[in-house]
């Protein structure tokens, strides 16, 4: 039987368990021969939906994300000197059962978008300025 989790098994510094689990999760994205191979020479079988890890949210999701911390932080503390240590927990979606509390590391976020300042869209640097980000 193969490993089906990373670490269980190494073998010439290869992690068996980590490949088997990158055969599952890739599983649509390998030949048809591959496909074969896998399932029936080597009993894999692709991950199903609940074993899929959730898709990885759209930078422009995370800005915002950490857009509305860093405007619940500035409501509450009326400025954005944020310690780059400082984690704010904001809950997101509607509310109900569909709401999700989430911690993000707002003093690294805020460090960040000062110092890559040039990089940010004109949007997002008004957005910011209004909220009280001092820039240097």
Known sequence: MLPTAPGQAVHQGEDLGRWVRQQQLGFDKLT?????????????????????PPPRRAHSDRWAMNYTAAQQY???????????????RITIGNSGEDQEERDLKLGAW???????????SPEQRE??????????
């Open 74 to 88: 500035y409501d509450r503390e009326g400025h954005l000197q944020v310690p780059r240590s400082h984690v704010e």
């Open 32 to 52: 048809a021969v591959q496909q074969w191979m896998c399932e029936h020479v080597l009993g894999i079988q692709p991950a199903t939906e609940e074993e899929k």
């Open 110 to 120: 805020i460090g960040n978008q000062r110092s890559r300042a040039a990089s940010l």
């Open 127 to 136: 957005q910011l300025t209004t909220i009280g980000m001092r820039w240097t």
